[in-house]
């Protein structure tokens, strides 16, 4: 069975840092990997995801992630962070032999100004 | 614009009471689910359904049961709500089309057990 870990649980940066986020995930074949981010008391929404093709993917509200087969990983980042990208982030991968997702627990991010 | 919406964002209910929450997705998916969200849990999936009349045990399906008598809309029942049972409740729908697809997510309802 799949896993997906993301070894941060808080991440803080100061309002127009990068920022990058960690997703490792455990599977024997090429994963469905997405990333996704909730705003206080809403659902989640999708940023970006990756099925095949090109390793680094583009996404919503300035976000790209790249996916290293080579090291398990599809990390999250931005070059910018901006006050409203404070959130929980969710990762989580999908295998073609279910259409259940499973998710990370989550990296809370705090942005300073 | 692609919607999963849920009938309640707040709900206070009393340990006893049955309580029922609601999902509607107007994307004609095939696949829904109900998830509990709880910090530093994450989402755990507690039934999902891939078909009208068919569901589907997840992981922490104890305390709860689920009704899809159409297609766009899945509900999540607390026969007998306890006080363990206060968390966030996710919906989500998504498409079975012969590969993998993303969910969509509902906005959540917040249920507190008093």
């Known amino acids: 069975a799949q896993s997906v870990t993301q070894p941060d649980i808080h991440i803080t940066v100061s309002e127009g840092a990068s920022l990058e986020l960690r997703c490792n995930y455990s599977?024997?074949?090429?994963?469905?990997l997405f990333w996704y981010v909730q705003s206080p008391g809403q659902g989640l929404q999708l940023l970006l995801k990756?099925?095949?093709?090109?390793?680094l993917v583009q996404g919503i509200k300035g976000f790209e992630a790249e996916f290293k087969r080579s090291q398990s990983s599809f990390n999250l980042r931005k070059p910018s962070v901006h006050w409203s990208d404070a959130a929980e982030y969710f990762c989580?991968?999908?295998?073609?032999?279910?259409?259940?997702?499973?998710f990370g627990r989550g990296t809370s991010l705090i942005v300073h100004p | 614009d692609v919607k999963v919406t849920q009938s309640s964002r707040y709900l206070v209910k009393r340990t006893g009471e049955k309580v029922f929450l609601e999902c509607v997705q107007d994307?004609?998916?095939?696949?829904m689910f109900w998830y509990r969200q709880d910090p530093g849990l994450g989402l755990r999936l507690i039934y999902f359904?891939?078909?009208?009349?068919?569901?589907e045990k997840g992981d922490i399906p104890e305390g709860y049961s689920v009704s899809r008598e159409k297609k766009e809309r899945f509900s999540l029942i607390l026969e007998s709500a306890s006080t363990n049972q206060t968390s966030m409740y996710l919906c989500?729908?998504?498409?079975?089309?012969?590969?993998?697809?993303?969910?969509?997510f509902g906005p959540g309802t917040r249920l507190t057990v008093l």
């Open positions: 599977y024997g074949a090429t994963p469905y």
């Open positions: 994307m004609d998916h095939e696949n």
């Open positions: 359904s891939y078909d009208v009349k068919m569901k």
């Open positions: 990756y099925f095949s093709g090109d390793t």
């Open positions: 989580a991968v999908g295998t073609g032999g279910s259409y259940i997702p499973t």
């Open positions: 989500a729908s998504s498409l079975n089309s012969g590969r993998y697809n993303e969910q969509f």
